[in-house]
Every structure is written in structure tokens, then in C-alpha cells.
């Protein structure tokens, strides 16, 4: 096939395009601070969890993590309009940061020692547990023991929640993993499982958006650290993401972030974890 020299153009433009990406987000392989004094700052979020990281129709982004990253950023020294964002699923977040393609990533991200080995962590920002929810005429799921009979569980690849399934009670239960939480709500509200685990904050957000469908039950069954992810051995970067953390939650920034955010889901407001510098 010939190509004419437009098209030539188009396909060398493509090509351009991927090189810059595979780069890194900031454009080149320099560090979160250092992208930083460049003036911009690619930044993981979630476009599909209410109250958290949601993405408006209008292209907008809101949620608790959303002020969380923006904050930072602001510390940084990078405003609003300098900062790209960028979808980060649950199992694609270790490899956008170890691709460069993020700066740092804010998405329900828990710290764990599996994590630790491929990603660094600044905070906790934020300490949520485990739960489930299920539709709101459910009588017979109480907590994770009770789907032990065979109940159909969605959870999301990649996360913490799934892994504990299936280490720690999926002998009976059947377990389906979909990309996102959003699936995992539409095919409870479709009748295709029963319950969806993961952590409470994040179910209590979906509640919320669709009142009288859905509800939270049992107490929460894990601890779960929020931090925020970035390029393992930055740790310049990791040491002034940390400082920001301190200065949200020091500055109140961080309760009416929770308040604007969280609050109408319902969520009492936690105590502030303390920042792990490790
Ligand atoms: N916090 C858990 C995790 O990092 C669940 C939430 C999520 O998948 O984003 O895996």
C-alpha cells in the first residue's frame, strides 16, 4: 500500500506521540519534584468512584482524592489547569508508575509490603477497612461468613479487597472480578451477584449516589492505609508529598475536603492518620 504524504505524516506523528509517551508523564524520566519545578504533573485518579474520583459529563473531576492530589500538586507547586489527568484502575496502577506514565497516583490506593516492592508510598493520607454491600432488601448477608453458601461476589482485579476473598473466605463463595467498582455496583444492581467487597468509603459513595438501592453491612474487616503511590526510590519526592500530606491535615484543608466530599455519603469523619515516613 502506498501512503500519501499526509498520511506518511500522520503515522510518523503517531509514532512520535508513542516514544513521548512510554517517556514518562512529565515528558522525560526526571522525578515527581523535578517535574514539578517544570511547572506540570501527571497525576492517577479514578473517574468512577462518588465522592472519591468521579468524572462530571463536563470532563470535570471531584472527590476526596481528587483535593488530595490537587493539594499536593499546590505544594508542589503545579496549579490546577497544569495537571493532566489520568484513569488508574486497580491493577494497572504499580505499572503506570514503574512506566512513567504517572507522577504519582491518588486512587483509593492502599500501602502494602506486595506494593512495596514495586512502588513507594507518601502518607497514609486516609485509613478506610473492608466491607461489603449488597441490595437493599438483602437479609441474608451479614457479613463475609455469610457468603460462604455460594454467594456471587464482585470485587475489582488488583485489589486489596479480592486478594482477601480469596485468601480468606472464598472456599464457598464465588467470586467475579471485574476492572472497576462501578461494574461491580451495575451487576449488583442487576441481580448478577450478590454483594460487592471493598472498602467502606468507597461503597458508602456508591450508596449514596443511588438512594434506597443499596446498603453497607457488617463492620469493616481489614485496615486500609491510602497513600499515595509514586516511582520506588524518589524519595526527594516521597519527602515533600509527605510534607504536603501533614499540611492538609495540619491546615484543616483535609476535614473540609472530607466534609465537601464525603460527608453527604454519610461516612463519619476518621481521625487523620499519621504520616509513616519510612
Ligand atoms: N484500597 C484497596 C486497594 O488498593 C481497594 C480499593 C481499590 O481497588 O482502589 O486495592
Redo the contacts with the bound molecule.
Keep these: 500500500m502506498r501512503l500519501t504524504a499526509k498520511a506518511r505524516m500522520a503515522v510518523g506523528a503517531l509514532a512520535i506521540g508513542f516514544v513521548a509517551t512510554a517517556c514518562g508523564g512529565g515528558g522525560d524520566a526526571g522525578t515527581v519534584t523535578e517535574h514539578a519545578a517544570e511547572g506540570n504533573l501527571t497525576i492517577g485518579v479514578?473517574y468512577d468512584?462518588p465522592g472519591l474520583g468521579l468524572r462530571q459529563p463536563d470532563g470535570t473531576l471531584t472527590g476526596f482524592d481528587i483535593a488530595v492530589a490537587e493539594y499536593v500538586a499546590d505544594q508542589l507547586g503545579v496549579t490546577p489547569e497544569n495537571i493532566t489527568f489520568r484513569e488508574a484502575?486497580?491493577a494497572q496502577?504499580e505499572t503506570l508508575i514503574e512506566n512513567g506514565e504517572v507522577d504519582y497516583i491518588v486512587?483509593?490506593?492502599?500501602i502494602?509490603d506486595a506494593?512495596k516492592e514495586k512502588v513507594d508510598f507518601a502518607g497514609p493520607y486516609f485509613t478506610?477497612g473492608?466491607s461489603l454491600l449488597v441490595r437493599e432488601d438483602n437479609t441474608d448477608i451479614t457479613g463475609p461468613e455469610s457468603l460462604n453458601d455460594g454467594k456471587r461476589l464482585c470485587?475489582?482485579t488488583?485489589?486489596?479487597?479480592?486478594?482477601r476473598v480469596k485468601d480468606e473466605y472464598a472456599q464457598d463463595v464465588q467470586l467475579q472480578e471485574f476492572d472497576t467498582?462501578s461494574a461491580c455496583v451495575e451487576a449488583l444492581r442487576n441481580g448478577a451477584v450478590d454483594a460487592v467487597t471493598?472498602?467502606d468509603v468507597?461503597l458508602a459513595g456508591f450508596a449514596a449516589q443511588s438512594p434506597g438501592e443499596f446498603k453497607l453491612v457488617g463492620e469493616p474487616f481489614s485496615t486500609?492505609n491510602?497513600g499515595i503511590g509514586l516511582a520506588l526510590g524518589d524519595d526527594t519526592s516521597r519527602s515533600a508529598i509527605n510534607d504536603a500530606i501533614e499540611e492538609m491535615i495540619s491546615s484543616g484543608a483535609w476535614a473540609d475536603a472530607f466534609e465537601t466530599n464525603l460527608g453527604p455519603s454519610g461516612y463519619a469523619m476518621p481521625e487523620p492518620p499519621t504520616v509513616d515516613r519510612y
Design positions: 479514578r468512584q484502575p486497580s496502577r486512587a483509593t490506593y492502599s502494602t506494593r478506610a473492608q470485587s475489582v488488583g485489589s486489596t479487597p479480592a486478594q467498582y471493598t472498602d468507597i486500609e491510602y
